[in-house]
């Protein structure tokens, strides 16, 4: 049963009105694999990933994880799939009327009703450690953190519940370029080596190639290129070329709208 | 030809919004009915809508009461019929100002913030967060909202007429010399059982229509600070409305001829 992918996409499409954005991805994830998927902005990365976690619905396609189909899921049954996963969205998303260590543990007191306050609050502040925040930090709000920080915090919610695969979106988006390596050393550290699962999107080339087996490119609706990590600077596709070197010139015409 | 697509295409939004409104009041309610339900949340929304809008429903309810015994005195001296102002007191705060006004009230003070509130996590995506952390936004956000609206606006609206009644007491007693065991035997024999009970009827409803309103529009808010903003505008506009035609409705059932 190895040879299940961990996360297996066919045909995935999802249009807004006349807008179509997905028009059938195809892709498979194999467990302990972390995929970067990159593109320009309004591309449709973020869509994807919320069409996998069920926050949208595709209109077409297959979505499985574990070989079980995962689309048009009940309420229950969704929440149960969501335990198997972890996400570091893009402005951390963290809940502004709770603490750090509430946030953080948040979802270990949804799946375990019974888990006492204490408890899991030193669970919470062990996954802080993990991300190289000390106790100090669990009782402060999330506005009281730098946006760094607040990408800290996102990592230890992320992967506090012990996830088996985690969803990264733009992990390095608005942060100075030391606290990306930061954040991505604390990527590969916390999920890459421990054998999770990955998918991440982002158009910070230095971060794909560092937390990416491989690499995949979306471009209107498309996955135009799939390749291991290392051939993304040697490949000849025009339009992995111009993405990677971030040129104004070539075939990427850049959208206005969303 | 522009006036008739124009018209069409109002028309066809608020069809459309009808039916989102209509299919997120069924999906909240039937998460109602389901578990797991967050008693603390529940608690939590009674406080904030129930003990935290006592105050500007009171003083709403008690200047009406006062100035509804001083005006009905103006009206009713003219015939001499000074002693129907207990009646009036309590009948029309009873069966109309208690609800109403604390209804629109509430509606600007719960209804906004619910709409910021859950509008801001919209677009902050910690509304999809949750989803991601097992969490159904639904039960944990909307539920408790409503199902505080439905059980708070009767506690308020019971609490609204009583300070009423008292304000058109002080001003009876103590401005228009009225006796004060009068005012009070005439109060107590106009006041109805029925009239009570429709208010607060007309309460959870308003109750309701106030939380889902707010959950609504924040629940669907984009674009960012611009559209929070025109989130908590049409939460508090559309539940005002609705409360008054709601409000006309309940009336017609209980006393429509």
């Known amino acids: ?258 | 030809m522009n006036l008739l697509a124009l018209i069409g295409r109002v028309v066809l939004d608020f069809l459309a919004h009808l039916g989102r409104l209509t299919i997120f009041a069924g999906t909240a309610i039937s998460h109602c009915f389901r578990p797991p339900i967050y008693g603390r949340l529940i608690v939590k929304q009674f406080i904030d809508i129930g003990f935290y809008s006592l105050p500007v429903v009171g003083l709403t309810a008690i200047f009406s009461g006062m100035v509804l015994a001083l005006q009905s005195y103006t009206g009713f001296a003219r015939f001499s019929a000074e002693s129907a102002i207990a009646n009036v007191v309590v009948i029309s705060l009873t069966r109309e100002l208690g609800p109403v006004l604390a209804g629109l009230m509430v509606a600007g003070r719960i209804g906004a913030s619910m709409a910021a509130e859950i509008g801001t996590m919209r677009v902050t995506e910690q509304i999809d967060a949750l989803t991601t952390l097992s969490t159904n936004p639904f039960k944990f956000l909307v539920v408790p909202r409503l199902i505080a609206g439905l059980l708070m606006l009767p506690v308020l609206v019971l609490i609204a007429d009583i300070i009423g009644v008292a304000g058109g007491y002080v001003v009876g007693v103590y401005k228009l010399g009225f006796n004060p065991a009068t005012y009070i035997n005439n109060t107590y024999d106009a006041m109805e059982a029925l009239d009570v009970i429709s208010g607060l009827v007309k309460a959870a409803a308003f109750g309701f229509i106030i939380a889902l309103m707010g959950c609504y529009n924040g629940y669907h808010s984009k674009g960012g600070a611009q559209g929070v903003g025109a989130a908590t505008t049409n939460a508090v506009v559309s539940s005002s409305i609705a409360i008054l035609i709601v409000n006309y409705v309940i009336t017609e059932m209980f006393f429509g001829t």
């Open chain 1, 1 to 258: 049963m190895t040879d299940v992918p961990k996360i297996s996409l066919r045909g995935v499409a999802k249009a807004f009105g006349e807008k179509q954005v997905l028009s059938g991805i195809d892709l498979d994830i194999a467990a302990g694999e972390s995929v970067v998927v990159i593109g320009g902005s309004g591309t449709g990365k973020s869509v994807l990933i919320k069409c996998i976690l069920g926050i949208l619905e595709a209109d077409t396609g297959t979505i499985a994880v574990d070989g079980q189909n995962v689309m048009h899921l009940e309420s229950n049954a969704r929440d149960a799939t969501n335990a198997k996963f972890g996400m570091l969205f893009q402005g951390g998303a963290l809940f502004d009327s709770l603490p750090v260590w509430e946030n953080v543990a948040f979802g270990l007191r949804a799946r375990d009703r019974h888990l006492s306050r204490d408890t899991a609050r030193a669970q919470a502040i062990e996954t802080l450690a993990k991300v190289g925040l000390d106790e100090q930090v669990a009782d402060l709000a999330p506005s009281e953190l730098s946006g760094g920080m607040q990408k800290r915090v996102g990592l230890a919610r992320a992967i506090a519940g012990r996830p088996e695969i985690v969803f990264f979106d733009e992990p390095t988006t608005g942060l100075d370029p030391i606290m990306s390596d930061v954040i991505n050393d604390l990527i590969v550290s916390t999920v890459k080596k421990k054998g999770i699962t990955a998918l991440s999107i982002t158009h910070d080339m230095q971060s794909a190639r560092k937390i990416g087996d491989r690499i995949a490119m979306l471009y209107e609706g498309k996955l135009i290129w799939v390749g291991p990590a290392a051939d993304v600077d040697s490949t000849e596709n025009p339009y992995v070329q111009q993405f990677v070197h971030g040129r104004a010139e070539g075939p990427i015409k850049m959208q206005v709208r969303r």
